[in-house]
């Protein structure tokens, strides 16, 4: 059973919005650190943002103040929205999950333990 199913990706144009989500199986993952990453082709993934058990989030450089990281314990469910996207925003998005001393987008993706299986976002002008 796939722990992390991510959805909400897709294609936009440069400047428009898109809000991802990342349902969980269980409660389990949502007191987890949990993080959105993403990856090119031939680049490394990278963690764009995450959000600890207290709501407590952190996000790369790139996407401040465009992105916004957040979770509805209640439905088990993470969320990334993303505004005013770049052509550089495109990537595939994946959800991760696990229980980490330090939860932030420096933890390298090996950290984690728990993945979705991704969903695309293209930025095209």
């Known amino acids: 059973q796939v722990p992390l199913v991510e959805s909400g990706g897709g294609s936009v144009q440069v400047g428009g919005s898109l809000k991802l989500s990342c349902v969980t199986s269980?409660?389990?993952?949502?007191?987890?650190?949990m993080a959105w990453f993403r990856q090119v082709p031939g680049k490394e993934r990278e963690g764009v943002a995450t959000?600890?058990?207290?709501?407590?989030?952190t996000y790369t450089e790139s996407v401040k103040g465009r992105f916004t990281i957040s979770k509805d314990n209640a439905k088990n469910t993470l969320y990334l929205q993303m505004d005013s996207l770049k052509s550089e925003d495109t990537a595939m998005y994946f959800c991760?999950?696990?229980?980490?001393?330090?939860?932030?987008?420096?933890?390298?993706?090996?950290?984690?333990?728990?993945w979705g299986q991704g969903t695309q976002v293209t930025v095209s002008s």
């Open positions: 959000v600890e058990r207290n709501g407590a989030s």
């Open positions: 991760a999950a696990n229980f980490l001393t330090s939860c932030s987008t420096r933890r390298a993706w090996g950290a984690f333990s728990y």
């Open positions: 269980n409660t389990h993952y949502m007191n987890m650190c």
